[in-house]
């Protein structure tokens, strides 16, 4: 196998290949930084390379192997992985996308990343965010852009815009991201990824907690739906004092995804209330979608919740997470600080989340009668890198939420969404598809976009840009 195809090979596959020692850990981890070294440049999607850790990290568990030591190895032991620089990992710089956090060493490893540790991974570095994880495009002022691997001139979302464009330019194998407002589900449908959006409760945010009312989650970005799959299931479970949480999945997520799905009933839109209909080009995926579920032999009609109402209230408890940060506005980018200054009182801040409950009661209670939800991801394709950028903060914030208008409703549902690729747009990037499913319904979800995936596949694009020797 040449380097390009082990570069671009599913972290499952790579832990076979570890396994049966056809591949080190020191190969692959000395693979990723040859190419982060001789790509990222242009890319943007690491703020921090920890080679020296990686290498010692990955010299140590080759040595493990060359002992015969492969008795009860964690499910991902050697593949190398990226965490998104919202999650500390402790003795690493944390910067939260923002230039006055540049140099703060984290004291801490995150809980997820204490998880993703126990799953064996060997981590390459902390992939760019937006400013506090704020916005759909990674564009932190004080960094350089990250840049979409299909084509440099577009962003690759945000907040995970850095891990999706490492992980989609064959920078590491599997990444980690946080989805508070699309914020995975972005940037898979921005670089061609699987991406999964947790349901609430099923991914610790120890040892600290989310700070906005339970619309954030942890959870991968992968390439194929096996693997995204896999993380998730590394990276759940219960950790004590949480404040909410789910029993673990039996079966797997992971086996869900060898699992077929019985006859589901679906339901589909391309129009988002209040926002609007969904461009033509981001219709296609869904219609496209729509008709082959009918071909699989799925109930499918028309149909969603009502989101109207839930944008002003959702926007003061996603504002609300610039006031948490402790960071003086004087020290934010111009977006973040207009939102810092219409930062609302404790009242107001409770009826907003009293509001964004009732809502989302009303959203939950559409899946009565139905399975499996089939959206748009965005309301329209993915934006050029600066695109807004000279736009004042009144003019941006219309525009952000109509983009990512179909991805907030559930994280103020706190219900499981996966974004699955499905073609090219004509700019030659990526679109795709979001299934949602009910609460605590992964397993659904994922075994139905294992189905789709196994008539689509897409493992075989890569970006052009990756395929530089």
Known sequence: MNKIDLAFTPALEQSKLIRNKEVSPLELVQLYLERIQHLDSQLGSYFTVMADLALADAKAKTEQLGRGDTSDLPPFFGVPISIKDLNPVVDVPCSYGSPVL????ATYDDGVVTRIRRGGFIILGKTATSELGSFPYTEPPGFPPARNPWNLDYTPGGSSGGAAASLAAGLCAIAQGSDGGGSIRGPAFCCGLVGIKPSRGR??????????NGIASNGPLARTVADAAALLDVISGYITGDPYWLPDPDPSFLAAASLRPDRLRIAFSTEIAPVGEASPVCQQPVLETVKLLEEMGHAVEPGCPDFNGLVEPFKIVWQ??????????EALGSMNAWLADRICDAGEYLRAVGQMQAIARRIVAFFDNVDVLVLPVYMHPTIRVGEWADLSPEETLPKLVHWVGPCPPF?????PSIVIPTGFDPNGLPLGVQLVGRPAA???IISLAAQIEAVKPWIQHRPAFALQS
């Open 203 to 212: 991914v610790s945010y120890a040892p600290l907690g989310d700070r906005q």
């Open 442 to 444: 992964e397993a659904t």
């Open 411 to 415: 994280n103020a549902s706190g219900q």
């Open 102 to 105: 540049r140099n703060q060493v």
């Open 320 to 329: 609300a997470g610039v006031a948490a940060a402790g960071i003086p506005k």
